[in-house]
């Protein structure tokens, strides 16, 4: 099926962050040992408070649910205020029973990055693959941190940031652009696309100009997420905002 037709446009971001929550929760419900690839950023937020609530009524269950999150910025220990191990601490592991064990992060204070995405690589295939991956995309057309440049890698690795993802990123900083690291580790392009399902959700005008080069435009390096075209399981959700170029 071609992307176009996996699109689905709700009016806000608010119903966006509902229906990602209910399809969640639907697939938790029909597979409770579910493995969970997560995003970090502002767009999932609403979809993390509304998957919390459906967690606070009781109609979802994480006692069984693995998660793998997509990335990690270098340097950071899990406990660094701003790090996204903290971020998925505070806006969605704190609000359900998971099971702490079977949360799994990428440590951006591992003594040797190489070695460290190997271990997520491999803890990866040993939870048996993600069954379901949920993905924001960064203005310049990123997903996780896999950032345009003419190659990507297929594996979890070590990544240079680019100034227009430092800058998006400044505001976990207090908005204090050297204090966001220069570098991080990421899932590759490769360890995404093996998701058995792929959701990539994207909110507001600012990312309608990737948004169209995503839908519209040729498959490339250059734009990251075109790469999704590829998956046989991929469903893009936006709001009117972040649809407006792609509407005629
Ligand atoms: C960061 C994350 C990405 C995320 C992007 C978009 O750079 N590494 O995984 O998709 O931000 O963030 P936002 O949702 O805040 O626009």
Do not use: W
């Amino acid at each position: 099926m071609r992307l176009e037709q996996r699109i689905s446009v709700f009016p806000d971001a608010r119903e966006v962050g509902r229906r990602l929550a209910a399809r969640v929760a639907d697939a938790i419900r029909n597979q409770p040992a579910i493995v969970l690839g997560l995003p970090t950023g502002r767009t999932p937020l609403l979809f993390y408070e509304e998957l919390a609530a459906l967690a606070r009524s009781g109609a979802v269950d994480f006692s069984r649910v693995t998660t793998f999150n997509l990335d990690e910025f270098l340097g950071l220990t899990p406990e660094h205020p701003s790090s996204y191990r903290r971020f998925m601490q505070r806006y969605l592991f704190d609000h359900v029973n998971i099971d702490p064990a079977r949360i799994n992060f990428l440590n951006g204070a591992a003594a040797d990055a190489a070695a460290e995405a190997d271990r997520y690589e491999h803890a990866i295939a040993a939870a048996g693959g993600i069954d379901l991956v949920i993905l924001g995309i960064g203005t310049n057309g990123h997903i996780g941190f896999n950032e345009p440049s003419s190659g990507l890698e297929a594996r979890t690795h070590r990544v240079t940031l680019q100034p227009e993802t430092r800058r998006s990123n400044a505001p976990l900083f207090g908005d204090d652009l050297d204090a966001v690291p220069l570098e991080a580790l990421s899932m590759g392009m490769g360890t995404i696309l093996d998701a058995r399902a792929a959701v990539l959700l994207a909110t507001g005008a600012r990312k309608a100009s990737c948004v169209e080069r995503l839908v519209t435009g040729p498959i490339t390096t250059g734009l990251p997420a075109s790469f999704l075209q590829l998956h046989r399981d991929v469903e893009i959700m936006l709001d009117e905002a972040a649809a407006q170029r792609i509407r005629s």
